[in-house]
């Protein structure tokens, strides 16, 4: 797997900077002069695969095989009875001797080998970074080419698109603006988008509380006093994390169960139907200033997207370790301790 990560990673960066390149410089004279075809008369992107003449295409596909049939497919595929591969233009897969991707010609720029240890983990760590980094964005190339048509296009000439009712809502920020890859917002429904975008508050705002609640008593300590008099627990017998649910009392419990209820049935659940998604009058965040509005209430939505990754990180944290501010090292069933 590391070997076709690593195969995938260099071929999207190659492409990648194809897509980049063109825009600022072409080549000269004839790709094809039996067709009259010029170099600069060759779009960029996708629009291309319609330009390239039949034996280009042949010529791409014919020079892609010659790579991958002399050396760069895995010791499974290479293994499986042909012998072993000699010659000027055979590179042996690094899978079968050594170390996936090393193909013994300092690829991928062919400037040969980096003998220093720390060097040489630093440029193979930024290859695979930058090979993972390229392999997005030349998706995202693609999205971008066939949805606007062109290489570089304006989403502006995108019109078909659903999320132009939305794109102005709170919570549409920089770098990635109106973001929803599951594609929940693609019929424009704006009765839907409410809801969500209520309950997307709600979850923010209890995942914000919670945080905080993590992190509160190892900061600032815990309550004196008890907690159960009845029961002669203290609130310093509690631990953190979600070693507490354990020493809560059932009617500690309860309790909490009770005011959960409380909270959601006073505020109602219309607040979306019939007013703005996630205000029950309850003022905090609020001003005079439109603009400082508009800006209070999308950190409340930056804030509560965190949250809900904070605290679920947490969580896995907490249960792989086995305390709310664990150490990693303590999780030795870790499948990660062999790499």
Not at 44 to 50: D, Q, R, Y
Not at 283 to 300: Q, R
Request: net charge neutral; glycine share 12%; with cysteine.
């Amino acid at each position: 797997r590391r070997a076709v990560e690593i195969k995938h990673g260099r071929i999207s960066m190659y492409a990648t900077i194809g897509y980049i390149v063109p825009e600022y410089f072409k080549f000269p004279g004839y790709l094809s002069p039996s067709l009259g075809l010029k170099f600069a008369d060759v779009p960029n992107g996708l629009a291309a695969l319609s330009k390239v003449p039949v034996l280009g295409g042949a010529q791409i596909i014919a020079f892609a095989g010659l790579i991958e049939t002399t050396g760069f497919f895995q010791a499974e595929s290479t293994t499986d009875g042909r012998g072993p591969r000699a010659g000027a233009f055979a590179m042996q897969d690094s899978t079968e001797t050594t170390e996936p991707g090393n193909y013994g010609v300092g690829f991928p720029n062919f400037l040969g080998t980096v003998d220093d240890p720390e060097a040489r983990k630093s440029k193979l760590a930024a290859e695979l970074a930058n090979g993972r980094l390229a392999m997005m964005a030349i998706i995202g190339m693609f999205f971008q080419d066939g949805l606007t048509g062109s290489a570089w296009g304006d989403w502006a000439t995108y019109t078909a698109s659903p999320l132009r009712a939305f794109e102005n809502e709170l919570g549409v920020q920089e770098p990635v603006g109106f973001w929803d890859p599951a594609g929940f917002t693609a019929d424009g429904d704006v009765a839907k988008f409410k809801r969500r975008r209520s309950v997307e508050l709600k979850h923010g705002r209890i995942c914000m509380m919670a945080t905080m609640g993590y992190i509160t008593p190892e900061v600032v300590g815990k309550l004196p006093g008890y907690l159960s008099p009845s029961t002669g627990l203290k609130f310093a017998d509690i631990p953190n994390g979600l070693a507490a649910i354990s020493k809560v009392p059932t009617a500690g419990w309860a309790q909490i169960a009770a005011y959960f209820g409380f909270v959601e049935f006073s505020g109602g659940f219309a607040d979306y139907k019939t007013g703005t998604p996630g205000d029950y009058g309850f003022k905090v965040l609020t001003s005079s200033d439109p603009a400082e509005k508009t800006k209070k209430l999308s950190a409340e939505i930056a804030n509560g997207r965190l949250a809900m990754v904070a605290i679920i990180g947490m969580f896995f944290q907490d249960g792989l370790t086995g305390s709310a501010w664990g150490d990693w090292a303590l999780y030795t069933a870790s499948p990660l301790r062999a790499n």
